[in-house]
């Protein structure tokens, strides 16, 4: 079974910086997908970026970047220049590959604050 | 586009009595799935769907039924409701296998006393 992890339960940074969160995953899969949610306090959940794992390169949109290490199982989210609709809770999610039913297995979830 | 339109938005029950929640997608997707969301715990699987007809058990079906009789609508069943259901539920539907984009509704918060 897969587990996901996410070690940091809050995390604040001030306006315009950058903060990363940490995300670590088990698996014996070799091919998978990995994707970072926000959660807003408005409840609606809204993909922030996917990664695939037999791409090497780490994916990128925007402000929004991750440092993933396939060997390390890590899958970290790099936000620059953080905004105040920044703020949210961020989810680590994996799926496997061609996986039946298209099944998302999330971590605990990071509260992240950005201050004025 | 309404895209995964969950009912109600807001519920509380008592202990024992039973209720459905509602999930209805119009993006003709295969795949839908009900997912609970606990504090400390992040979204778990209870039910899934791969299509009308075909339903099965996530990580934490224990309480909970569903059936697919349409593409469209995928409704989650409490029986017997209890304080350990207390959550919110989300639905969440994608394409089919290998399209791994999920769509999700607004969510139920579901308190149970």
């Known amino acids: 079974a897969q587990t996901v992890t996410q070690s940091q339960p809050e995390m604040s940074v001030q306006e315009a910086e950058t903060v990363t969160l940490s995300c670590t995953y088990d698996?014996?899969?070799?091919?998978?997908?990995l994707f970072w949610y926000k959660q807003p306090p408005s409840r609606q959940m809204i993909l922030v970026i996917r990664?695939?794992?037999?791409?090497?390169q780490n994916a990128t949109e925007n402000r929004f970047s991750v440092n993933f290490q396939k060997a390390a199982k890590s899958f970290s989210l790099k936000i620059s220049d953080s905004q105040l609709g920044d703020t949210a809770m961020y989810f680590c999610?994996?799926?496997?590959?061609?996986?039946?039913?298209?099944?998302?297995?999330f971590g605990a979830g990071t509260i992240l604050r950005v201050k004025s | 586009n309404a895209g995964v339109t969950q009912t109600p938005k807001f519920q509380v029950l008592k202990t024992g009595q039973s209720m459905t929640l509602q999930c209805a997608q119009d993006?003709?997707?295969?795949?839908m799935s009900w997912y609970r969301q606990d504090p400390g715990m992040g979204l778990r699987l209870i039910h899934y769907?791969?299509?009308?007809?075909?339903?099965d058990q996530g990580e934490v079906p224990n309480g909970y039924n569903v059936s697919r009789s349409t593409t469209e609508d995928f409704p989650l069943r409490l029986l017997s409701a209890a304080p350990s259901q207390t959550s919110v539920y989300f639905c969440?539907?994608?394409?089919?296998?290998?399209?791994?984009?999920?769509?999700f509704g607004q969510g139920t918060r579901l308190t149970v006393v």
């Open positions: 969440a539907s994608s394409r089919r296998a290998g399209v791994t984009e999920a769509f």
């Open positions: 698996t014996s899969e070799n091919n998978y997908y």
């Open positions: 990664q695939e794992a037999y791409k090497q």
């Open positions: 999610a994996f799926m496997k590959l061609r996986e039946y039913g298209n099944k998302l297995v």
């Open positions: 993006m003709n997707h295969e795949y």
């Open positions: 769907s791969v299509g009308a007809g075909i339903t």
